[in-house]
């Protein structure tokens, strides 16, 4: 029972122009919401969060918007740079249980 | 400052062999977690603790053996190696009081069993 999905397994975007990441969640618990940018042997580094009480928080180009009705988060880099290249991945925490279910992540690809 | 040190990097084991995952983390964070990320796949909880003492299983950890005697430590156990362990491991903490918080990853450990 996958609780997070990321359905898109990779995604293309010019540079300069903007990503925009996916991700559904079914557990209407979850209340912490995190993106987690992870590249080729190294572990995954933390990029953004959102609590449930927002609908949206932004750090720098980086910008996580929650529809808790829609069961659905989406990650905007604006603009998107070849460093931005990497997997994506969405986390969600119950607060209480605290075990952060994760996504299967999605491979953003910035090319020139 | 150091974070999330996990030892070895990479290892090669043998069918029925056993080993130990080594976990520190610096940071007195009270959480600590293991995940196993196949390839194409999300990380997969295998167990995680609480605090020190404290610990539970997570959604795979069949196969697997925690221990939390520390703050700072969180070794995972595999005994009987199976092929199926082939993955790559990565430990996790946090600090964790009521409101929600990012956790620390450490570079991960990358295990084939042969």
């Known amino acids: 029972d996958q609780q997070v999905k990321q359905n898109s397994p990779s995604l293309s975007v010019q540079e300069g122009r903007i990503s925009i990441l996916n991700c559904d969640y079914t557990n209407s618990m979850f209340d912490y919401f995190l993106w987690y940018k992870k590249y080729p042997a190294e572990g995954p580094t933390f990029l953004i969060s959102i609590s449930s009480i927002k609908d949206k928080n932004e750090d720098g180009r980086f910008t996580v918007f929650l529809n808790k009705s829609a069961k659905h988060l989406s990650l905007h880099i604006v603009p998107s740079q070849p460093g931005d290249s990497a997997v994506y991945f969405c986390?969600?925490?119950?607060?209480?249980?605290?075990?952060?279910?994760f996504g299967t992540g999605t491979r953003l690809q910035v090319t020139l | 400052n150091a974070g999330v040190t996990q030892t070895p990097k990479f290892r090669i084991l043998k069918i029925g062999q056993s080993m130990t995952l080594q976990c520190t983390q610096d940071?007195?964070?009270?959480?600590m977690y293991w995940y196993r990320q196949d390839p194409g796949m999300g990380l997969k909880l295998i167990y995680y603790s609480v605090g020190a003492g404290i610990t539970d299983k997570g959604e795979v950890p069949n196969g697997y053996n925690v221990s939390r005697s520390t703050t700072e430590d969180f070794p995972l156990r595999l005994e009987l190696a199976a092929p199926s362990q082939t993955s790559v491991y990565f430990c996790a903490s946090r600090f964790l009081q009521g409101l929600g918080t990012e956790a620390f990853f450490g570079q991960g450990t990358r295990l084939t069993v042969v």
């Open positions: 986390a969600a925490d119950t607060g209480t249980a605290s075990k952060l279910t």
């Open positions: 940071m007195n964070h009270n959480y």
